[in-house]
């Protein structure tokens, strides 16, 4: 079954780094726009950063804003998160998929049931 693949999680203590990836199991990114989104235990799925297909153009929630960097590598079909400067808060479930832009945000463009594993990230003392 086709998916994304999500890697590059673990336990990190606050004010560190993480650089996660997301790749395609047997599809190519290239020139569609993609998005991290996050899970924590009781809340609500949150839209982390988000990149276009076609100019590179990014977004960001303004939770993450200045400290989470988006980047994608179609070479490698590779989109990479960039965490820094990591709370607390920032704990989750991190999933990548194909996403939207919608105004002032944006969504992913499938159900959660045709998403990847996810990748888990603990940022802990």
């Known amino acids: 079954q086709s998916q994304f693949v999500e890697s590059g999680g673990g336990l990190v203590q606050p004010g560190g780094s993480l650089r996660l990836s997301c790749t395609g199991s047997d599809f190519s990114l290239e020139g569609y726009p993609i998005g991290w989104f996050r899970q924590a235990p009781g809340k609500e799925r949150e839209a982390v950063a988000y990149?276009?297909?076609?100019?590179?153009?990014?977004r960001y929630s303004d939770s993450v804003k200045g400290r989470f960097t988006i980047s994608r590598d179609d070479a490698k079909n590779m989109v990479y998160l960039q965490m820094n400067s990591l709370k607390p808060e920032d704990t989750g479930i991190y999933y990548c998929?194909?996403?939207?832009?919608?105004?002032?945000?944006?969504?992913?463009?499938?159900?959660?049931?045709?998403w990847g594993q996810g990748t888990q990230v603990t940022v802990s003392s």
């Open positions: 990149i276009e297909g076609s100019d590179d153009a990014t």
């Open positions: 998929t194909h996403a939207n832009a919608r105004p002032g945000t944006f969504v992913p463009t499938f159900a959660e049931e045709a």
